[in-house]
């Protein structure tokens, strides 16, 4: 059994910057693929940011180039560094693991309990 804990959210000014985490519990993290997805207020939960196992990395279009995913085996944690924050990317966070390398909720398998991310403008 897989469980994911979140952690970092909390309310930022537009411009700023927010680091979250996930601890994951499994015995076979380094061998996980994560993603990170986000859902806001009345909206469908998307995905954001994805790291393959071997460190490969993939981002939405709407964060490229201000959020950046990364993992430490060691720690059995996966970040998602997000700067440049904007009131678009108020939403809850979650994380998440999956044996593909998707882009759709269905291809992910175990999810964590989200994090609120708030940007006031």
């Known amino acids: 059994q897989v469980h994911l804990e979140e952690s970092g959210g909390g309310l930022v000014q537009t411009g700023g910057s927010l680091r979250l985490s996930c601890a994951d519990s499994g015995r076979t993290f380094s061998s996980d693929n994560m993603g990170w997805f986000r859902q806001g207020p009345g909206k469908e939960r998307e995905f954001v940011a994805r790291i393959s196992w071997s460190g490969g990395t993939y981002y939405a279009d709407s964060v490229k180039g201000r959020f950046t995913i990364s993992r430490d085996n060691a720690k059995t944690t996966v970040y998602l560094q997000m700067n440049s924050l904007k009131p678009e990317d108020t939403a809850v966070y979650y994380c998440?693991?999956?044996?593909?390398?998707?882009?759709?909720?269905?291809?992910?398998?175990?999810w964590g309990q989200g994090t609120q991310v708030t940007v006031s403008s």
């Open positions: 998440a693991v999956t044996r593909k390398l998707g882009t759709n909720r269905s291809d992910y398998d175990y």
